[in-house]
């Protein structure tokens, strides 16, 4: 029987963030694999344990794991699942699969030497203690080798995939749009670069519709902008929203707008895409691995710049039938994959 424990512990954290949507989709997709005399052990808050049904065996994260946690030598591997997991085995036979998401801090927060070298240091141990190394995009891959050292380490790119439910029958979302609307979701975070959107409003009458946590101060830039240009009666904050929500505001946007940049993934573009829709995206990070050819890319972040691309954009996608090619790269990314991947770098380590 070969031993994999996965760690979930980012489950105690908040379930709007992207590490919590990874680790639920990892377990859930990992359970549908057939396997071959191996068992899947899920380290995560004891509060937590039965959300992945009775497959899995459950072990409890406790955070004093950090400095000591006896039995760990009976997995056969261990899979850091976070950049800055502080749990891992204390022993050198189990091996360790690492996952780093981004290194997007230093971009975030360049001026914060103390804590970005602190990140940095926890970052490179848990790389020099892996066996093997996988980054969730090529760009992450790539940024991430610019400040760590992997030395002869294996490394792979095994990309996340994206979940978005389908509710047809549902025309009930909480804040209702009086025009034709804009949408986009993620939190309300400087690196997410929200603040350029209000100035695409300028001359036209759309509204622009933006989901996710937003008690942040970055909020208030977002709303400065948007008095700026005298737009603020057309710009919605609307909080963090659920799957029927999502589902409504994607399927009836004109186009979905994400101008992030510090980006490990994208799961939000991939989401809009789904549905067909036409998406605009910076030129940063990962988000052209993600988007391909079939996404629009603002060159920069002047209004009239990015009002040049949005107008070219929507002329192309109103006047051909590109919502088949946008379709068809959304579905090159899924979490049935992701699950393959991983269950396939498990095992060439036993």
């Known amino acids: 029987m ?7 512990h980012r489950l105690r954290h908040n379930p709007f963030n992207g590490l919590y949507t990874f680790s639920c989709r990892l377990a859930e997709n990992l359970l549908q694999q057939p396997l071959q005399d191996e068992q899947f052990h899920y380290y995560l ?15 409890t994260h406790k955070r004093s794991h950090k400095f000591f946690q006896t039995g760990t030598s009976k997995y056969d591997v261990w899979h850091l699942t976070t950049g800055i997991s502080q749990y891992r085995p204390y022993n050198r036979k189990t091996k360790v699969i690492y996952t780093i998401h981004d290194v997007n801090f230093l971009v975030e927060d360049p001026l914060n030497h103390k804590s970005n070298i602190r990140t940095l240091k926890l970052m490179q ?6 066996d093997h190394i996988v980054a969730i995009s090529k ?3 790539d940024f991430a080798s610019e400040h760590l050292h992997f030395g002869n380490t294996p490394v792979s790119v095994v990309h996340n995939g994206y979940t978005v439910g389908e509710f047809p029958g549902f025309d009930e979302p909480i804040y209702w749009p009086a025009k034709p609307f804009l949408f986009s979701i993620s939190l309300v975070q400087p690196r997410k670069n929200f603040h350029v959107l209000p100035a695409l409003l300028a001359g036209n009458d759309y509204e622009l519709v933006i989901a996710g946590l937003n008690h942040f101060d970055y909020a208030k830039k977002v709303m400065e902008e948007a008095r700026r240009w005298k737009v603020e009666d057309r710009v ?9 929500n999502k589902y409504w505001y994607y399927t009836n946007c ?5 101008p992030s940049v510090a980006e490990g993934f994208g799961a939000p573009p991939l989401e809009a895409m789904h549905f067909g ?5 910076s030129k940063h990070m990962s988000l052209p691995e993600i988007g391909g050819d079939a996404a629009y890319y603002f060159d920069d972040f002047s209004p009239e710049s990015m009002r040049d691309t949005f107008e070219k954009g929507m002329n192309d996608y109103n006047s051909h039938d590109r919502a088949t090619a946008i379709r068809q790269q959304a579905s090159l990314f899924n979490w049935k994959k992701n699950a393959e991947d991983y269950l396939s770098i498990y095992r060439s380590l036993t």
């Open 2 to 8: 070969k031993n994999y424990l996965v760690d979930l």
């Open 45 to 59: 808050p004891q509060s937590k344990f039965g959300l992945f049904g009775s497959k899995p065996q459950y072990v």
């Open 125 to 130: 141990h848990n790389a020099h203690r892996a």
């Open 139 to 141: 760009y992450a891959l």
């Open 236 to 244: 919605k904050l609307i909080g963090a929203i659920d799957e029927k």
């Open 254 to 258: 004109k186009a979905f707008m994400f």
């Open 277 to 281: 829709k036409p998406v605009f995206l």
